[in-house]
């Protein structure tokens, strides 16, 4: 999907100045452990699949939504494994000027749903399922920091600690 409406509208009053919005960001995995990513069209990188959060709509939903848009792939979120504040500004190409607040989940795929991805709307060129070890080149930035952040979460969660990434202070374990 292209620039969501809500921003455009706002946009429209506040130019390219800063805009701070909530995204989602989604780790599918399939029953071979693989990880569904997607070639963005706007940089050609392979990136986890991600989106913004509409007004009112709750984060799971959206990244659900996202999902299905962006590959046709059916899923239900398991955990929500982090939401962090990116202290980068990105600049696109328009000149608008994003911050966001990240809302990590883990899906998995949703039984009798569909589980063959392909390339749903313009946002994608390719999509796939990719082994950990095998990831495509080049990785999004943020995908490589989130991978990081999921497998911390994985290995946390299989050794029993599956709510702690963080410290309440803000620091990572």
Known sequence: MPTPEFVLKLREKIGHDLLWLHGVTALVRNERGQILLGRRSDNGKWALICGINEPGEQPADTVMREVKEETGVDVVVTDLVS???????????????????????????????????????????????????????????????????????????????????????????
Not at 83 to 94: F, L
Request: glycine letters at 8%; one cysteine or more.
């Open 83 to 173: 939401v962090t504040s990116d202290a980068r500004v990105i600049t696109y190409a328009n000149g608008d000027n994003t911050q966001y607040m990240d809302h990590s989940f883990l899906c998995e795929l949703k039984p009798g749903g569909n589980t063959e991805p392909f390339v749903g709307d313009e946002e994608s060129l390719e999509v796939g399922w990719f082994d950990w070890d095998d990831l495509p080149e080049p990785l999004a930035a943020s995908t490589v920091e989130r991978l990081a952040l999921f497998r911390r979460y994985l290995d946390n969660k299989a050794n029993g600690d599956a709510h702690a990434l963080f410290r309440f202070d803000g620091e990572q374990r």
